[in-house]
């Protein structure tokens, strides 16, 4: 079960976009204290989640059941990496449809 906790705490860093030390910093933890949650060595403490929790509140119905529920906000890294993959693809314009803009706006129908 730990080494779970472990591969959900590194799921939950890693869909952040963020580096161990940074994910550290933002949950006051040592860094070698995560590199061993993270790989299974040690089993995460009660306030290592804690912190993970209040950090990340909304992974902590996934972290700790399993189970998410998007109407109450609780997701899973896997649900927050295909949200943000929409939202990049709907803010990049095709490089034709960029161009056909540009063409409309010189008049040169």
Known sequence: ???DLGKKVREIREA????????CDLIGVPKQT??????GRSGPSGKLLAEVSQAFSKYTLW????QVSEEAGQVSPE???A???SRRQARIPSRET????????TGNQ
């Open 79 to 81: 649900i927050e990496r």
């Open 98 to 105: 960029g161009i056909a803009r540009w063409y409309r706006g």
């Open 16 to 23: 952040e976009g963020l580096g161990r030390q940074a994910f």
């Open 83 to 85: 949200r943000r993959r």
């Open 34 to 39: 995560l590199i061993n949650v993270e790989m």
């Open 1 to 3: 079960m730990s080494s």
């Open 63 to 66: 972290l700790m059941t399993d």
